[in-house]
């Protein structure tokens, strides 16, 4: 985190946030604040509790016990719609893309322009936003009217970034972004994240690459088992601590 960021209120705030499903501890006493610009890399084993941390930030579970803060306000949110209402977006390994339908009609998926009394779709704007907006973002398709099912994984997963970019006004969380992606192909994808810090968004990523995480972010949290282990500052830790941290074995 650089001096400018620890002097300025975080973009979000979890404190002391628990997450039981029926008794069963999935997330205990965890805390992190997350500020513009900065990309913080959440990472841990299977079943650490990483994706049910994005699930509560995202409102699709609520937590538990604890208090999650927006911009310095407490929030709490009733389902995703309203999580993306207040500039929270997700992008998952599924990626959530219509298959069947253009880039761009994907981009404004269940957020369509409209134009006129009729409310007819207003494909021009969609369109010119669209390729305005992968442009800016150097996401290299063919254009804005691409079908999805042509699009190789990286430039699907480069859509869904930069759908996600399009609407976030605070916070993107990322959800193991190159998983099923070849060397070029994450290498494309990770160049778009660095694209977005530039463009002073807060970035949450779960990864399972210590070699992405090390590239891309500015802070290493760690999970075991549901419980945070500590966080690291990048430049200030190394592989093999943060093994050491996710498995316990030193």
């Known amino acids: 985190m650089t001096d400018q960021q620890s002097h300025r209120r975080p973009v979000l705030e979890l404190q002391n946030v628990h997450k039981a499903f029926a008794g069963l501890v999935a997330v ?9 610009g900065e990309i913080v890399a959440l990472v841990g084993d299977n079943g650490a509790g990483k994706s049910t941390l994005v699930k509560m ?6 937590p538990t016990s604890g208090t999650i803060r927006l911009d310095g306000e407490d929030v709490s949110f009733a389902d995703a719609s309203v999580a993306r209402s207040r500039g929270i ?21 269940g957020r369509e322009a409209v134009r006129g009394p009729l409310h007819l779709l207003d494909r021009k704007t969609m369109i010119e936003q669209t390729q305005t907006l992968v442009d800016e973002l ?14 190789s994984g990286g430039q699907r997963q480069g859509v869904a970034i930069a759908r996600a970019t399009r609407w976030a006004k605070k916070l993107i969380l990322l959800d193991e972004p ?12 990770e160049k778009i994240i660095t ?40 430049a200030a830790t190394d592989k093999n601590e943060i093994v050491s941290m996710i498995t316990g074995v030193s």
């Open 89 to 109: 977006e997700v992008v998952y390994q599924d990626l959530a893309l219509a298959d069947q339908q253009p880039v761009y009609m994907n981009m404004f998926l």
């Open 28 to 36: 205990e006493d965890f805390s992190l604040d997350l500020h513009a």
């Open 138 to 151: 150097d996401v290299r398709i063919p254009s804005a009217r691409a079908i999805i099912r042509d699009l």
């Open 178 to 189: 190159t998983a099923a992606l070849g060397v070029a192909e994450t290498d494309k994808v």
């Open 195 to 234: 694209t977005l810090k530039e463009r002073d968004i807060a970035i949450l990523i779960i990864s399972h690459s210590l070699d992405q995480v090390f590239r891309l972010s500015d802070r290493i949290c760690v999970l075991r088992r549901g419980v945070q282990i500590g966080v690291r500052e990048t």
């Open 57 to 62: 930030i995202s409102g699709v579970h609520a």
